[in-house]
Nanobody, 119 residues
């Protein structure tokens, strides 16, 4: 079993910054791809950023240049530094971890942390 615990969400003004953290624990036996997704009310969950086991990153176009994903493998933790936040960034942000077990990839999800960008 894998558990993902997220923190760092909250209310921030437009143009402000937040830093999200996601700590993974449990039956983790390798360095795994991890990422952040978000879901706004009434909208589809979308990929925000991902980071591979080797540290390669990819971002959704709307957050490029504003968000930075990073990881600390020793702590099994992934971070999302969010700068220049916009109201449209408002969403529940979910941490994701992928792990291969017995030849099959499994996805694990955090419970989500609310990010609200408003004046």
């Amino acid at each position: 079993q894998v558990q993902l615990v997220e923190s760092g969400g909250g209310l921030v003004q437009p143009g402000g910054s937040l830093r999200l953290s996601c700590a993974a624990s449990g039956n983790i036996f390798s360095i795994n791809p991890m990422g952040w997704y978000r879901q706004a009310p009434g909208k589809q969950r979308e990929l925000v950023a991902v980071i591979s086991s080797s540290g390669i990153t990819n971002y959704e176009d709307s957050v490029k240049g504003r968000f930075t994903i990073s990881r600390d493998n020793g702590k099994n933790t992934v971070y999302l530094q969010m700068n220049s936040l916009k109201p449209e960034d408002t969403a529940v942000y979910y941490c994701n971890l992928r792990q291969k077990y017995r030849g099959t990839w499994y996805d694990y999800w955090g419970q989500g942390t609310q990010v609200t960008v408003s004046s």
